[in-house]
């Protein structure tokens, strides 16, 4: 699905519209790239596609950066492998955190590229989305809302097992 098929700024329906929007928005980042999730499980997380568009993000700036929020990393832990092997490659550019009980109430989740492109989705239970490019005004209240849970976390992921 291309650009083209895809009415950006607007609400749009259904998860194959979602995975094809969440590739534009990821496939705009060249800097930042800010995603807040229940879990990842939503959006084809575990795809090989999914994986060589953050992977092609993570590789061609030195100083680019992905921050993941998640209210539970089990999912991700469990079910994401490529994306997990990531944060042990690009673990000095990649960071995933967890958040407390508090932020558990949120039930969208949004991707923010470069503070100014962004996917929305409204309920994480229904297929319903908003998607735009250079949108500065949308971008700078999801990157403060985006502050706001990283405020609400716990430790990051860790990639090696700890104990004795």
Request: charged share 25%.
């Amino acid at each position: 699905m291309s650009e083209s098929d895809l009415q950006a700024n607007s609400i749009i329906l259904g998860e194959r519209n979602y995975e094809a929007a969440l590739d534009l928005v990821i496939a705009r980042a060249t800097d930042e790239l800010l995603i807040f999730d229940q879990d990842l499980s939503h959006g084809n997380y575990v795809s090989q596609q999914r994986l060589e568009l953050i992977q092609h993000f993570l590789s061609a700036k030195p100083l680019s950066k992905l921050t993941i929020i998640l209210q539970s990393a089990e999912f991700f832990v469990n079910n994401c492998t490529r994306l997990f092997e990531l944060l042990k490659i690009y673990g000095h550019k990649m960071v995933v955190y967890q958040t407390n009980d508090a932020a558990k109430v949120a039930k969208d989740c949004f991707v923010i590229a470069d503070k100014q492109h962004y996917l929305r989705r409204f309920h994480i239970d229904q297929a319903r989305f908003k998607f735009a490019f250079d949108e500065l005004e949308e971008c700078a209240n999801l990157n403060m809302r985006f502050d706001e849970l990283m405020d609400e976390t716990t430790e990051a992921i860790s990639v090696t097992k700890l104990g004795l």
